[in-house]
């Protein structure tokens, strides 16, 4: 009767652990569909014109008449968002009695384009028919013997060379990572001020249109900016007080400063490369008291309450296999070897509230 009882409960536990396989399985099948819904949202302005409602319960009518688009198919969209938590049904009292309507939550005000804390524009740069052919071709790149990126495979050339030819995709670019530079260079101006003290002069290594450099200089007033990119990028890159825009190539060499910052740029290289530019910035700071700050995602390093974090890093290393011909996320030992080969003397990593950590290292 025991074993009888026994079988009994390990076929039900197969089946439950069958029915849970299939359930990630369809989310993993149709994953795809959150993003694009998302995207739409994002596209057509909702949380915009949301916020302009200041949390008072904006009817369907009042959207589809807003943006010119029909009540019913704007309906699933929203009822979609609403089952995800990204907006929030509520009725009111209107003439005709109970109305149901649609205000924000903290994870549509991330949605607002011109949001403080917007995550709008990195969401429609990695969703651009640009960034999305590229993963068809994942497969293709495994087996191919020259280890082709899938972009260089889809577009002809790498993300840089077709930035600069296509200014479509350079503002993309541009924009995706001023919203995410603007999320992690906050965290560090409120936690982490003391890593910028005695810093007179520093060069941001690859900092694209100057977002993250004009935060820093504007919170730490005593230091000279000078942000360091291609001349297609910084010949667009708009004033900031205290920063100069610099234009060069990091693997030719970098401008002289006390301190040097990458935030997102050396994940882009493989080691060698990481290592040649790692170099430049060695001859280009203090020996005595110069240091890199290297702003970049450590796997491994997240655990806890940055769990959910661990699992972006490894999304993004798929990115980078995407995307770039040798980039990838490093783990703690792979930073201490590129590092090391670079001439550092030694290095520490930081722990952050974000996708990134915060790598220290000195001449």
Known sequence: MAEETSGVAKLIHEREEESQAQEYLWNCIFGFTETAVVKCAVELGISDYLETHKQQPVSLNQLSTAFGCCASSLYRILRFLTNRGIFKEVSSVGDGGDVLGYVQTPISRLLRRDGENSM?????????????????????????????????AVHGKDAWEYAKNNSEHNKLINDGMACHARMTTRVI????????????????????????????????????????????????????????????????????????????????????ECIRILKNCIKAISKDTGKVIIVETVLEEKM???????????????VMMSHTSNGKERSAKEWTHILSEAGFSRHSIVNIPAIECIILAYP
């Open 189 to 272: 101006i409120d936690n982490y001020a003391e890593i910028f003290k005695g810093i007179e002069s520093l060069v941001d290594v690859g900092g694209g249109n100057g977002t993250t450099l004009g935060m820093l200089v504007k919170a730490f007033p005593w230091i000279k900016g000078i942000n360091f990119d291609l001349p297609h990028v910084v010949s667009v890159a708009p004033h900031y007080d205290g920063v100069v825009h610099v234009e060069g190539d990091m693997f030719d060499s970098v401008p002289n400063a006390h301190a040097a910052f990458f935030m997102a740029v050396l994940h882009d290289w493989g080691d060698e």
């Open 120 to 152: 709008a524009h990195l969401l429609l740069l990695q969703n651009s028919p640009f960034m999305l052919a590229p993963w068809h071709y994942l497969t293709a790149r495994l087996l191919d013997k020259e280890n082709t990126s899938p972009f260089n």
């Open 304 to 318: 806890g309450n940055d769990k959910s974090l661990k699992d972006v890093g490894f999304m993004m290393d798929m």
